[in-house]
């Protein structure tokens, strides 16, 4: 039973690069989360999923994307790498049975990513 | 919107008692408490519904009051082991749950 796993750990991009941060869980989570966290700061939430096929914007979404075409993945794409992108970021997931209200999150260990 | 906690920071002494505080514009399904020690992720303390419930294990409690959007977390005869940042998080309507902006606790010997 792995959790939730986020690959890679770190990643050094150069201005205008683009990728794609792996995030894949085996808990059966239904909702996934992706935030980012700058240092010495908070999490801030970048995109979210309630189900495959279903994605909604955070509070942070912008130069990001996210698919979900499974339950168990949920890739968040930069495109066009910033400096402003340089951070630590979280996948989360959570079981729920529906309605807000109820939703334990259990993150991945971090991806953290340079912008240079 | 994101909510706001306060202190921004406490240091305690082994043995002594804290509380961070928590406070929403909007209106809140439920509230939640995490803790992120340096370099990790963070991991799940409680969660607190509608109903202005208290919560609590060992020696970390919570208290919700829906009514003023705002929510408490106690610790008391706080253990080194308590060190780390806790984080808020607050859940609407929309199912996004949206995390404060932190309050670094430090327990000294």
């Known amino acids: 039973n792995a959790g939730v796993t986020q690959t890679p750990k770190f990643r050094i991009l150069k201005i205008g690069q683009s990728m794609t941060l792996q995030c894949t869980q085996d808990?059966?989570?239904?909702?996934m989360y992706w935030y980012r966290q700058d240092p010495g700061m908070g999490l801030k939430l970048i995109y979210y999923?309630?189900?495959?096929?279903?994605?909604d914007k955070g509070e942070v979404p912008n130069g990001y994307n996210v698919s979900r075409s499974t339950t168990e993945d949920f890739p968040l794409r930069l495109e066009l790498a910033a400096p402003s992108q340089t951070s630590v970021y979280f996948c989360?997931?959570?079981?729920?049975?529906?309605?807000?209200?109820?939703?334990?999150?259990?993150f991945g260990a971090g991806s953290r990513l340079t912008v240079l | 919107q994101q909510p706001v906690q306060s202190p921004q920071a406490v240091i305690l002494r082994e043995g002594e008692d804290a509380v961070i505080n928590c406070s929403s514009s909007?209106?809140?399904?439920?509230v939640h408490w995490y803790r992120q020690k340096h370099g990790e992720a963070p991991v799940f303390l409680m969660i607190?519904?509608?109903?202005?419930e208290q919560k609590g294990h060992d020696k970390i409690s919570a208290s919700f009051n829906e009514k003023k959007q705002q929510s408490s977390l106690y610790l008391t005869a706080s253990q080194l082991s308590y060190s780390g940042t806790y984080f808020c998080?607050?859940?609407?309507?929309?199912?996004?749950?949206?995390f404060g902006t932190g309050t670094l606790l430090a327990v000294q010997p």
């Open positions: 808990m059966n989570h239904n909702y």
């Open positions: 999923s309630v189900g495959a096929g279903i994605t």
């Open positions: 989360a997931g959570s079981r729920t049975s529906g309605g807000a209200g109820a939703n334990v999150l259990t």
């Open positions: 909007k209106a809140l399904y439920s």
């Open positions: 607190l519904l509608k109903g202005g």
């Open positions: 998080g607050t859940e609407s309507a929309t199912n996004k749950l949206i």
